[in-house]
């Protein structure tokens, strides 16, 4: 399936054509979820990724087997893409891991009453739109962003692929309440690994050994992860990401938006934020913290 340059709109928001059809649209949302699935929610450049390879590595009791000879769309299909019923039928990895990117207010209904593990994963939305807007560049399923004005403008009107950012997370972590679900920052992530590794092996309810969590810890890593090329999306032909253009594990930083935000589009995007996210007491890590190491 190429569709590289199809647009598939689906209730009101449109997804990349190559990897979604009205039919996979439809389908993660009449899925019938069992109570031992683990189910991964992000707005995409949320650190999806990194809460993937955490889970599959708790999984596995720190042990990188799986992560580093099957590939993460594999081992932790999206829901909603193309091939996912196909893959989740054929799969025998248990617990089922299965990703999705879409919102509540879509796949809210279908969790209803389950008891399957739902961990949310969010970011600071000014690193999400650097890290999606450096993503267009590379992913040629995906439309070419203009400049990058241009790109937070959409990004703030939420006219991007993937729908808005401020429903997304307003949605999941707010209405999400009546679900078995726990809320994980990239910046959680980012400053302590160990702790949430912790916290996350904890509400899976599969208790690692110490030197299990050091693996863990070990192999999702930014530099672990950089060179695994089960995660690092380099297997993906260059038609689909032109991997000239850069790298999907581009930096992994906290506070990168600073490289690319003027101080009058920081202001404005405060406004946009302040009036979207009113209702919403969510507060989020702007900076990396002083003396914090870098990953690169
Ligand atoms: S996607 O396309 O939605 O699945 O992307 P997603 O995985 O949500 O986000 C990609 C960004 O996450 C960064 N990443 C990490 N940062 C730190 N440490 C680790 N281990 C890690 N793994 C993934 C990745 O580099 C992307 O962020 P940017 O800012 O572009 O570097």
């Not at 683990?38 to 992560?67: A, N």
């Not at 891991?97 to 969790?111: K, M, R, S």
């Not at 850069?246 to 938006?257: C, H, V």
Request: proline share 5%; aromatic share 12%.
């Amino acid at each position: 399936m190429a569709r590289l340059d199809h647009t598939e709109t689906f209730h009101g928001i449109s997804f990349p054509g190559h990897l979604h059809t009205q039919d996979s649209l439809q389908f993660a949302l009449k899925f019938r979820f069992q109570d031992t699935d683990i189910l991964v929610v992000s707005y995409p450049k949320s650190g999806t990724t990194w809460m993937q390879e955490i889970v599959t590595l708790i999984s596995s009791g720190g042990e990188p087997l799986l992560s580093q000879t099957v590939p993460n769309w594999t081992r932790a299909p999206w829901l909603e893409q193309y091939y996912a019923a196909a893959m989740l039928e054929a799969s025998s990895i248990r617990p089922r891991v299965i990703t999705t990117h879409l919102p509540h207010h879509l796949l809210g209904p279908a969790l209803q009453g389950s008891k399957a593990r739902v961990i949310y994963v969010s970011r600071n939305p000014k690193d999400v739109v650097v890290s999606f807007y450096h993503f267009h560049n590379m992913a040629n399923f995906l439309p070419k962003a203009d400049s990058f004005p241009e790109f937070l403008n959409r990004f703030l009107e939420s006219t991007l692929h993937f729908g808005s950012w401020f429903d997304h997370i307003k949605g999941w972590t707010c209405q999400g309440a009546a679900l078995n679900l726990l809320h994980i920052t990239y910046e959680q992530m980012s400053m302590d690994l160990r702790g949430t590794i912790e916290r996350v092996s904890s509400f899976l309810q599969r208790p690692l050994l110490e030197e299990e969590l050091t693996n863990c810890v070990k192999h999702c890593s930014f530099s672990s992860m950089k060179d695994n090329k089960m995660i690092n999306y380099t297997l993906v032909p260059n038609e689909i990401m032109d991997h000239s253009k850069g790298t999907f594990m581009r930096k992994g930083q906290i506070g990168d938006w600073r490289n690319m935000f003027t101080e009058e589009q920081n202001q404005y995007f405060h406004s946009v934020f302040a009036s979207k996210m009113q209702d919403c007491p969510l507060q989020f890590v702007w900076e990396k913290p002083e003396g914090e190491e870098s990953h690169t």
